[in-house]
């Protein structure tokens, strides 16, 4: 083994999916790039973390409510360059192409173009890590999507793109049940 600095462990450990996160406050709609996101249990509380410096974070601050979108590996450049502007002076539906759609609980717009949604709602904020946790209240999938492949960022500027899903239900003690 070599020694690996510190500073770069959390590079060993990605959570899941870079994932888009959609505000609105009144008609402004804003999109900004997560590139770890948590799940903390099955109910589903999700988790993630960013600050006062991301124009999202007020929007996410007043509303208490946001949608979790989830880009599939053929959105990649579209999630970056996302996450390079600021929603601040950028409309970032139109200047990526993508199409808001009305969610059905929280004013935050669905992403027509993501492979997946989850309506959430900010039920924690720990200040001290700028930790937003987010109940999921109702999640969306687009069963015509091609792909399912998602895009996992390494944490350097580099990502990589998930690939064969394994199914090894039968060797777990507690048999989880189709579809789960």
């Known amino acids: 083994m070599k020694e690996l600095p510190i500073t ?14 959609t505000t609105a406050i009144g008609r402004k709609k804003n999109i900004m790039t997560i590139s770890w996101t ?5 109910t589903p509380k999700l988790g ?22 989830i880009p599939s590996v053929d959105m ?4 970056v360059g996302i996450g390079t502007c600021s929603g601040a002076d950028t409309d970032k539906f139109r200047k990526f192409g993508l199409t808001p759609t009305k969610a059905k609980v929280v004013k935050a717009p669905l992403i027509a173009e993501c ?22 209240v109702r999640a969306w999938i687009d069963p015509d999507s091609h792909t399912r492949r998602t895009l996992h960022a390494v944490g350097d500027g580099t990502f990589v793109a998930d690939g064969r899903k394994m199914n090894l239900r039968a060797l777990m ?4 049940p189709p579809g789960a």
């Not at 948590?38 to 099955?42: E, I, K, P, R, W």
């Not at 600050?51 to 949608?67: D, I, P, Q, R, Y």
């Open 8 to 21: 770069k462990a959390f590079m060993l450990i990605e959570p899941g999916p870079v994932t888009l996160v």
């Open 173 to 176: 003690a507690e048999k989880i």
């Open 115 to 136: 492979i997946a949604n989850i309506e959430c709602r900010l039920i924690d904020y720990v200040k001290k890590h700028d930790l937003f946790v987010l109940e999921g």
């Open 38 to 42: 948590l799940v903390m249990d099955f």
């Open 76 to 79: 990649a450049e579209t999630a």
């Open 48 to 69: 993630f973390v960013t600050g006062s410096w991301n124009h999202s974070f007020h929007a996410l601050m007043l509303t208490k409510e946001c949608v979790i979108a």
